[in-house]
Structures are given as C-alpha cells and as structure tokens.
C-alpha cells in the first residue's frame, strides 16, 4: 500500500526558506510523480511542483518557479521541497502526492494517493 509522510513545515518570516520533506514507502514502480500541493484558507488546492522517480524530470508551477525546487533522493524514497524567499501568500497547508505515471502531471485527478498536510505559515 503506497503511504506518504509530509514533515517540514514550520512559521518563517518572509524572505526566508524552509525544506519539505515527503517519504515515500509501498510504490510498486519507478513510474511515478511524487507531488507537491497546497491549499489555503477558502482556495482550491494547487499544483505547486512535481517529480518523476523514472527520470527525475521536474515541473514547478509558475506562481513559485525560480523560489522553489523539488528534487528526490531515490535511496531514502524521499522527496523534497526547498522553499526560498518564502511571502506570505505561501502560506498554506502544504500535500505530497503520488500519481502512477512516469509523465510529469499536475493534473489534481491523476494523484490517488495523499499524505497529511504540513503547515506552512509566512509572516510578513
């Protein structure tokens, strides 16, 4: 059974950074996307990078690209996301997600398996 574990969230002034942690554990094959989402208060949910453990190619949404970065490390089946120059509309209850593809996706209906949230609050 595919399980997720968020840790890393935390408070941070803004402009500062904070890294994400999600384990992953179950996964029957490589050919997955191990995804970060959040919500905030009365928002949707949103897409905000993805990873593929076939090739570690990556996508990072355009609201946080060149702030943040995923990367995976394949032997601890972990995957991050490092968060610099953090603002307050980050803040968020922070997701990882698991999409069986090995085509980087996100498309919020192609994740079937989800971990916790981990809060993520910016002051200003």
């Known amino acids: 059974d595919v399980q997720l574990q968020a840790s890393g969230g935390g408070l941070v002034q803004a402009g500062g950074s904070l890294r994400l942690s999600c384990a992953a554990s179950g996964l029957p094959s490589s050919d997955y996307n191990i995804a970060w989402w959040r919500q905030a208060p009365g928002k949707e949910r949103e897409g905000v990078a993805t990873i593929s453990l076939y090739d570690d190619a990556t996508d990072v949404g355009s609201l946080v690209r060149g702030r943040f970065t995923i990367s995976s490390d394949n032997a601890k089946n972990t995957v991050y996301l490092t968060m610099d120059n953090l603002k307050p509309d980050d803040t968020a209850v922070y997701y990882c997600?698991?999409?069986?593809?090995?085509?980087?996706?996100?498309?919020?209906?192609?994740?079937?398996?989800w971990g916790q949230g981990t809060q993520v609050t910016v002051s200003s």
């Open positions: 997600a698991a999409a069986p593809t090995r085509y980087l996706t996100l498309i919020l209906g192609a994740f079937d398996h």
